[in-house]
């Protein structure tokens, strides 16, 4: 199996490659020929040494040719590096909706592909799923209440009701009237998973949740009303499943990444080995959530279904969690600059017909937060 990884510097890329050091030693046969990344030259060159892959690609930084990998650089470097190495697997890792490209050229030119870049089903849609029917390319998702749900779903009848779980993020017993002081520290210091910057942020508000249930919503053809969240503190639970007839099935884990990216590569095999989790230690609880600690999830459930929202609701979110990482925005600043997106851009008439208007509304959605803060 050839397999490539967009991202392959970040959270999910880093484990990825853990991933395929464990399956190398299990004999399982494959050839990393592809790796992205985005600025992170140093750490590009490290995996280049440690995996001598045939091509790789840097989007910002100048780098040489290195030994016998061929690195392609700038823009687009990601999709010109998925053209030659022409992989039969494309993990997904890449961050922000800068990976929907890497997704559309991964779906066409893959066998299959482990999403982790939800902002491709978020912004995707339908058209997603349309676009790798056309290609007839799998995707397996990586997100782990979603490969949680694929692992649940797998050989019985369709679920009536799904719930995926949340931990609460770093802010989840903060009192309200704090967090517009909160800082960038406090955010990412996650309880439970160690993640990306985003995605970290995206935890304490409940967006990441949020983007989750659009995922879900469109991963498994569900009808809203039957999308739950509870929150489980220590993320043992990712998802549950339940039947008309009552029964509930638990997707119960240790909480590591590396199952699901391991699982949507070796699928329907399990190669990946890993310890049980205690079950008199880590006992099973959960908590409903409260939307006056955790508005963004509400207000996903309002978009759920419409594209254009969704995509708002997304880009919004990324160039507020970057402008409250650079110190120009509150905490408590990203659910309003969100709202105030999908105020406003829900009274612009813009048809989503093809993927050049997600990503042009996506730059748009951007441009006007920027301006906003910024004039
Ligand atoms: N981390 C986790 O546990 C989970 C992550 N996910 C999803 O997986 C995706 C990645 O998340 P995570 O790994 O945490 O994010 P990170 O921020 O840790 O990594 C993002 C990766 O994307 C790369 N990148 C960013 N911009 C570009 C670009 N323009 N071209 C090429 N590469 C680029 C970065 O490169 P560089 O660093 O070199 O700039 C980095 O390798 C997200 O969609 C996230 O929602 C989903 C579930 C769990
Ligand atoms: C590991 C993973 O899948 C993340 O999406 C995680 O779920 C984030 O933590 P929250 O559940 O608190 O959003
Ligand atoms: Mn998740």
Redesign the pocket.
Known sequence: MKIAI????????T?TLDVLRFLKKKNFNFELVGI?????KN??IEIIKEFSPKYA????GEIEKFNETQIFIGKD??IKMLEKADPDFVLV????S??IK?TLKAIEIAKRIGL????SIVCGGDMLFEYAKKYNTEIIP???EHSALFQLEKGDVKPSKIIITASGGALRDWPLNKLNNVTVKDVLNHPV???????TI?SATMV?KG?EVIEAYYLFNLKKENINVLINRNSHIHAIIGYPDGVMKFHYGIPD?KNPIAYSITYPDRLYEYKYPDLILEPIIFEKIDYNRYPSLKLAFDILGNQKLQIVYNAADEISVQMFLNGEIRYTEIYKSIYQAIEYFDKKRIQINNFDDIISLDNKVKEYLINLYTL
């Open positions: 967009t991202g392959v510097t970040g959270s999910i890329g484990q992205s990344a985005g600025k992170n750490r590009l690609s840097l989007e910002f470097s990601t890792a890449t961050g922000g800068v990976g890497h982790a870049n939800k902002e990586v997100d782990s998973w160690s993640m990306g910057k985003r995605i995206d990441n983007l990444m």
